[in-house]
């Protein structure tokens, strides 16, 4: 997909009016494009608002990652923190960036774990590793685009029949954890770190948290 193509998909997904923008971690990184949507408050840290940041074109990454029937799979990344501040924004390029340096080790699959992704962006993000998981931000599975020859179709993760593989195209959900959690999510891997997610009673959109 292009930029466009992207850019239409993701206000199917996400409701509200949403700005984007271009951003680096600085001159000598690549350039993504990231689009921001604002929920509730009026942009304190502490009133419900949250921001929403989803990446546009992170997709152009080649992780050589294929799907069960030989798509080419491609990965843009989505991540929630609360106030209407720049840190979603900055989070996702962040993460973008550093998966670009080396998408072979930094392959973007649930589970991966982005060491002091924080530092990049804030120094003061004191829930400064990341964590790339399924989204939960949709009820009815991760979003996806399977394109073919023939051209492109959405999808919301049920089985299609396509004539052959072609791309398919989903959104990773990046999570911050403290250097607590990130510990957890190290000494046991993604499955102790999602388990510790799914029962923690703090706001994991509160990257200061």
Known sequence: MNLEETTYWLADLLPGEFTTSRRRVSQSFPEFTVAELQLGGD???????????????????????????????RVEFITVASGHGRAAADLVMAAATMIAKDPIHFSPQPGLLLPKLGWHVDDTITALHGLLVPPFLWEDGVPNVHEVNFGGRHGGGSYHEYTHPGRMTVYAQLVMLTEDEYRVAVDGGPVAAQQLLATSQANLNDVWR
């Open 43 to 73: 942009g304190g840290e502490d009133d419900g608002a949250e921001t929403v940041a989803a990446t546009l074109d992170a997709a152009r990454i080649e992780p050589q990652l294929v799907t069960e029937d030989g798509s080419d799979l």
